[in-house]
T-cell receptor
Framework: KNEVEQSPQNLTAQEGEFITINCSYS?????LHWLQQHPGGGIVSLFM???GKKKHGRLIATINIQEKHSSLHITASHPRDSAVYIC??????????????FGKGTHLIIQP | AAGVIQSPRHLIKEKRETATLKCYPI?????VYWYQQGPGQDPQFLIS???????DKGSIPDRFSAQQFSDYHSELNMSSLELGDSALYFC???????????????FGPGTRLTVL
């Protein structure tokens, strides 16, 4: 069983819809990243959070440490939001330079 | 703003050859991470360095080695290449801040390695 589970794996929606992507993890973590990857492209960090909620433009990320769950929301979705969204966690260890553990990503397609 | 730079962006090698990938972190970042993403796979952590010392080790094969230099750039050396080494190799960097347990990682564009 993966330490980081995302749902849904694939999501197709119409432009303007409100999008929610979920991430559950089974280990203690120091922080959680939400990342965006376009096909064949690099990875962009959207958020890093360890508690509460963060907002950037049309993107909102929330995390519930007790429930080991995080969500990424996209409001007023647009075709340019089409990408793979990846949840990655930093396991709770003593080091400050530890590698991330990734979920398998959610493939999002926003149709015009 | 300056980002993480990786070179080369694309690399084609034959089996059993060697390859060297380079990563230049964001200025003033002291930590570098290497990740491998196979076709259709999620990224896997390979290794990280902080202040030129190995910090954390993931699923890096024995055929691979890496180091961080005095200017904080890092190189991933890959020997006896196998077909299965074909992947996108990402480098990320971060800066350790006093009192912080975790540091946001910023990713480079990746190097796409193809082994024929």
């Amino acid at each position: 069983k993966n330490e980081v589970e995302q749902s849904p794996q694939n999501l197709t929606a119409q432009e303007g819809e409100f999008i929610t992507i979920n991430c559950s993890y089974s280990v203690g973590i120091s922080a959680l990243h939400w990342l965006q990857q376009h096909p064949g492209g690099g990875i962009v960090s959207l958020f890093m959070l360890s508690s509460g909620k963060k907002k950037h433009g049309r993107l909102i990320a929330t995390i519930n440490i007790q429930e080991k769950h995080s969500s990424l929301h996209i409001t007023a979705s647009h075709p340019r939001d089409s990408a793979v969204y990846i949840c990655a966690v930093l396991p709770l260890t003593g080091g400050g330079a530890d590698g991330l553990t990734f979920g398998k990503g959610t493939h999002l397609i926003i149709q015009p | 703003a300056a980002g993480v730079i990786q070179s080369p962006r694309h690399l084609i090698k034959e089996k059993r050859e060697t390859a060297t990938l380079k990563c230049y972190p964001i200025p003033r970042h002291d930590t570098v991470y290497w990740y491998q993403q196979g076709p259709g796979q999620d990224p896997q952590f390979l290794i990280s360095f902080y202040e030129k010392m190995q910090s954390d080790k993931g699923s890096i094969p024995d055929r691979f080695s890496a180091q961080q230099f005095s200017d904080y750039h890092s190189e991933l050396n890959m020997s006896s290449l196998e077909l299965g080494d074909s992947a996108l190799y990402f480098c990320a960097s971060s800066v350790r801040t006093s009192g912080s347990l975790y540091n946001e990682q910023f990713f480079g564009p990746g190097t796409r390695l193809t082994v024929l």
